[in-house]
């Protein structure tokens, strides 16, 4: 274990001894006194004084002993050394064990231990938001190819494993029975069809013998129409000749009125007559008497010529009334002649009148005949209608009967079909569970083969019930991204988020979640295990330091910030997530800042630092391939540059910043 310990400390990976504990070899250990700290000037002095010697020995003794005392002192150099590299690597081994931080202390020579490191720089950028979780894979689609139908099998058209397609032909069964039972339920549904026909054509005759009723019916119904028309008509004409008969009543009576009318106007002509004449007369004797007293000269001739004149004016009007009274007498003449045509013209139309009410009479029998023939034609059509009820219950009887050797016929048929049995989906064929001669029976539990369906694929994954709530938030604005990734195979292939169970598992407290890959290239493989991230969305301007920077202690995570003065500091911090090799930061750290990325195990709080370079790492394998001695002088070399350079070449590699 020493040697181990030694070895390790030459190649830098434990505490190294400084070259000041191994000049202790050529320096006396009872004058020597060990500084917990002292600068390092004042330890070279200490070192390069010459030893003390005690008061009681004179220099005489002294010299005499100094031979001895070499040997004895180089003898206790080593068991010193021995028991400080013991008492080192034990202090290692509990300072590995112990994760609380404590400030670094120097060594016992005196000087501060300075690690070499290598950092990196706290960056912002975006980072996906993602959950991780242990998927498998598990075809899309499984089905198990069962026999439907008895029979031997005759053909098997594909390999085990092969990739089959949807309708592909995978076995033929033995289907001469099935054949036989198909003729024979096409016998019986020819039998039917010809029923049906029959009951058809009868059908069609029935409906001919309603139609005909109906015409009939429509005809009698129009000669019902037609009588009621003469009927109306025929009344017509007999109040017309009602009509006829009063104008005709009232002209006679109206002659009649004429007549009596004339009739007076003759008396009154004759009365005028006879005082027309007695006026003639007395002046006619007026005129003769007065021609007498002219003839005599007692009187004027224009006195004689008056009387003349009105004795002749008198004559006249007596000859006007003769004439008045012959005209009066013509008239009651033809008063009388109008008053004979005038009764004659109502005698006709009392004739008129009853023969129009005996052609009435004539329609008014012909409507009841023809509504008679109606009823007679209605009975008529609800027989034939009866009939044709009768027709069609016919036909659906044989349609029924039809119907149900057609179903007969399509159940042999189907039964026929099971003889083929074809892929009911695209995938990849298992094992073939029967070969041609072997006979099958319909059965669920003993099935022909086994197709399952890889293209695409799906991933099952579950996530605890408490991201539920994001991945909900999430998936509203989309579907969710899932890559997955397995041994042998880094380069994520990428689905769709497409399923969210609907039940949270009480048993471990996780959700259910599927995601659909495009599997073409065969490479996800149903009950293969992935690793499998589900990406909910983008975070911008995330912190993010490589992950071997964030270190876990008692009181949670921490990293090892470098600071301005070449020292570190131990800041603990709030982790988010990971992604590809970067952890996300939440709290703790700024862009800017530098974190120790190697050499965290021999660092604490406070703890000295170098900023390894690119020629640090060519000395390491350099020393590596080396002997011991060469590794004990490279290791010197290292701590001379280490207080020197250190400073120097960390400022070029990397920019100091204050932790805030």
Known sequence: MIEEIISESRNGTRPKVSDENLKLNEQPTHNVEIVSESPKDALREVFQEAPTLPESEPAESVAAKQPTEKVLAKGRIALFLLGLLLVGGLGFLVWQRSTAPKAEKPSRSGRLQITPVTVATVTKKTVPIQLQAIGNVQSSSTV???????????????????????????????????????????????????????????????????EQARATLDKDRGMVEQAKATLQKDQGLVEQAKTTLQKDQGLVEQAKMTLQKDQGAVKQAIATLTKDRAQAQYAEAQSQRYAELYKQGVISQDQAQQYATSSRAAAATVDLDKQAIANAETAVKSDRIGITNAES????????????????????????????????DLVGIENARAVVEGDRAAIEGSQAGLSADGGALKNAQVQSSYTKVYAPIDGRAGNILVTVGNVVQPSTDKPLVTISTINPIQVAFSVPESNLPQIQKYADNGKLKVDVTFAGNNRPISGTLSFVNNTVDNATGSIQLIGDFNNADGKLFPGQFVNTTLTLSQQPNAIVVPSQAVQTGPNGQFVFVAQEDDTVDNVPVVVSNTINGLTVIQKGLDAGDEVVTDGQANLVDGSKIRIKTAADSKDNSDTTKGNNNSDTSAAKETGRKSGGDSNSSGNKSWKSRKNP
């Not at 096409?186 to 029935?206: P, W």
């Not at 005698?347 to 007679?376: P, R, W, Y």
């Open 144 to 210: 198990s190819v069962t026999p439907q139908a008895s029979g031997r099998i005759t053909g098997v058209y594909f390999k085990k494993g092969q990739e089959v397609k949807k309708g592909q032909l995978l076995f033929s069964i033995d289907d001469r029975s099935q054949t036989a039972s198909i003729q024979q339920a096409q016998g019986i549904v020819a039998k039917s069809q010809a029923q049906v026909q029959q009951s058809t054509a009868n059908l069609s005759k029935d409906q001919g013998v309603v």
């Open 345 to 376: 013209v109502v005698k006709g139309d009392l004739v008129a009148i009853a023969n129009a009410e005996t052609a009435v009479k004539s329609d008014l029998v012909g409507i009841e005949n023809a509504e008679t023939a109606v009823k007679s």
